[in-house]
DNA sequence: GCTCGATATGTTCATATAAACATGTCGGCA
DNA sequence: TGCCGACATGTTTATATGAACATATCGAGC
């Protein structure tokens, strides 16, 4: 099982400059911190180790400008992670990419579809 | 030097089925097959080797239900590879889905690289 | 028959990525 | 003080990917 395999449909990766992207695993990454406020939970969700959901945000934090996840350690309560005002802009950001672009791809997805499904072709 | 990370911009991978895609560098394949005749010429001219080239189609020939890229051994004239027919559709669907996404996510990209450049978010 | 250019495929080595495990640090709380 | 949960890193191992080299085959033309 490798990576970019998933689900039918479209994968879209955002390259901003030459080492600065994002696309599906960060996304959900920023999505899941948002919501469980915690990297180890966040990776919990999405099946992958604690190691690797922290390189992806360490990756992001460095990247970037400006950090896209502020984190504080300690136990519950005190410690966690969480958005910061541009990591919920970037994450609203490609989220509305992807809505975007599933729409306008999604009549060409169709019949593309029909196509490989359907040997005659004829023509 | 690695893959993905090339010139700015968005980059689409459309999945078909669990193993059944195509994103940028198989449509580049594609399209040099077409241009070229030859599976050789089109991996010279990305600056890849006769074999990831070859192994890029055979997945292609293998995955897709029908072949996207016919070949004939022999030296000129009467070897080379091309297009099927579905070959040159699929090309065309993907090229077309890039330039609606390319359109659809314009406005979100400048926003979000303004963003970026600017550490003046305030609000 | 020999060479040339192209497809087709195997093998080996290096590198990159992922997975698994281990440890350190920090802060609250019982 | 000792435990727990979460961030932070290091180390090791395995797997996947890519690069380089080596053939094999085939067909046309000289």
Do not use: H, Q
């Amino acid at each position: 099982m490798k990576a970019g395999n998933r689900t039918p449909g479209a994968r879209l990766r955002i390259v901003l400059e030459p080492d600065i992207a994002i696309g599906p695993g960060k996304a959900d990454i920023l999505e899941g911190i948002r919501e469980t406020g915690s990297i180890a939970a966040a990776g919990r969700r999405l099946g992958m180790s604690y190691k690797r959901a922290w390189l992806l945000v360490e990756t992001m934090n460095r990247c970037f400008r400006e950090p896209l996840v502020a984190t504080s350690r300690g136990g519950r309560a005190r410690g966690g992670a969480r958005l910061t005002p541009t990591g919920e802009r970037v994450l609203e950001s490609y989220r509305r990419m992807e809505r975007a672009t599933a729409k306008a791809i999604d009549g060409e997805m169709t019949e593309l579809r029909r196509l490989l499904a359907d040997p005659e072709i004829s023509d």
